[in-house]
């Protein structure tokens, strides 16, 4: 009986260990914000702010849905919406990228927006701020968690 006893305690830490070490799993560690199922607002562009959007006006923003490893985002002017893969080493990479066509007088942002989404291979979180790098060069985007 006590071996079974035993037994069972180890497993029941082992399975801790494991759930808590997770690579790639989207968990940050501080102020336990997730990678998916999180509404990250743009604040950084290619290394310069993004204002907050005007009253009445949606905010750009980033959600990864983890029920189906799909994106939806508002880059400024349109919905952009794709798959996305995660691995370990918080590596990161969006696929089948697609995006409304509505006309719009100023593309400039969101189409850098789109591009440094298509260029991502890898995030950091630290606290509730999401990066999104290409290798080890500067940040291409920067997010702030917040409640929507």
């Known amino acids: 009986m006590k071996l079974i006893y035993a037994y069972s305690v180890l497993l029941n830490l082992l399975l801790l ?51 189906d490893s799909t994106l939806s985002a508002f880059a400024g002017c349109n919905g ?4 996305y893969q995660l691995t370990s080493g918080n590596r990161l990479r969006f696929s089948n990228m697609i995006s409304t066509l509505m006309a719009c007088p100023e593309l400039e942002a969101e189409n850098a927006f789109k591009k ?11 606290g509730d701020e999401l990066s999104l790098n290409k290798a080890k060069m500067a940040p291409l985007a920067r997010f702030k968690a917040t409640k929507k």
């Open 116 to 126: 440094a989404l298509e260029t991502v291979d890898n995030y950091a979180i630290n």
């Open 80 to 83: 952009v919406g794709g798959s």
């Open 17 to 67: 260990q494991c759930s808590s070490s997770k690579t790639g799993s989207g968990t940050a560690d501080r102020n336990n914000v997730s990678l998916e199922n999180t509404y990250w607002k743009l604040v950084e562009l290619n290394g310069q702010p993004i204002s907050d959007a005007e009253d009445g006006k949606k905010e750009l923003h980033l959600v990864l849905k983890s029920s």
